[in-house]
């Protein structure tokens, strides 16, 4: 028999979430560094300096904080699913009601919904309460070195575009065409994600547009305010 294979979004959404979340905040973050340190009137290699500081340590930031993060949700599922196998092991009887309820509140008849609970629990009873009960599956289960490698590498390409247009694009429109590709990008990668993950396009790129903007001319003006006053 063939097997039925089909496509989901949601087995997606660990990796997009740290993906998206790492190039979106490299290049915003970036970007309103270089373009406020630009506007401060410093040199090329001062704002090279702070770009390339600034994306080793975004990077190993986004690292930090996502395994933090992540593994801090591991461990509860981890300390959920242990407590479920000794509640198993000490009120079977009981554990067979709650997993008989829940399939009820489901929309099946009591006497269906204990059949089930038997062969589940024959077959796996762990692996049912983990599923069914605390509602942890292989997609939702808690990744956490995955999701920090794919924030700090994700951090690090997003941060790498205002670095190279800095590097290369003549000082006096430096920070016009650091702020111009940065939001062409970021409209970019919005729209990607958007579409990855089924939401509307339009939307994601005006939202992030928006954020991105935001950041840079904040950055812009305290770089004016501190570059007047010195």
Excluded: C, K
């Excluded at 270089?34 to 300096?49: D, E, F, N, Q, W």
């Amino acid at each position: 028999m063939m097997r039925h294979t089909e496509f989901h979004r949601t087995a997606h959404i660990g990796w997009l979430r740290a993906a998206v979340l790492g190039a979106n905040d490299g290049l915003i973050s970036t970007a309103s560094l270089v373009v406020g340190v630009a506007a401060a009137g410093t040199g090329r290699t001062a704002i090279l300096i702070a770009g390339v500081a600034g994306v080793v340590a975004g990077a190993m930031s986004m690292a930090a904080g996502e395994y933090v993060s992540v593994s801090s949700q591991a461990d509860t599922e981890r300390a959920d699913i242990e407590r479920e196998r000794r509640e198993l092991y000490t009120d079977d009887a009981g554990e067979r009601r709650e997993l008989t309820t829940i399939y009820v509140a489901r929309g099946l008849t009591a006497e269906l919904a204990a059949q089930v609970t038997d062969q589940l629990m024959a077959h796996d009873a762990l692996g049912a309460h983990t599923r069914d009960e605390l509602g942890i599956t292989d997609m939702s289960t808690a990744r956490p070195i995955q999701a920090a490698l794919a924030s700090a590498a994700t951090f690090a390409l997003g941060a790498m575009l205002p670095v190279a247009v800095a590097a290369m694009a003549p000082l006096p429109m430096l920070s016009m065409l650091v702020t111009g590709s940065a939001l062409a990008l970021l409209a970019v990668l919005g729209a990607l994600a958007a579409r990855v993950g089924g939401a509307t396009l339009w939307l994601r790129a005006v939202r992030v547009l928006f954020w991105g903007a935001l950041a840079m001319a904040a950055s812009a003006a305290v770089g004016r305010l501190f570059g007047a006053s010195l």
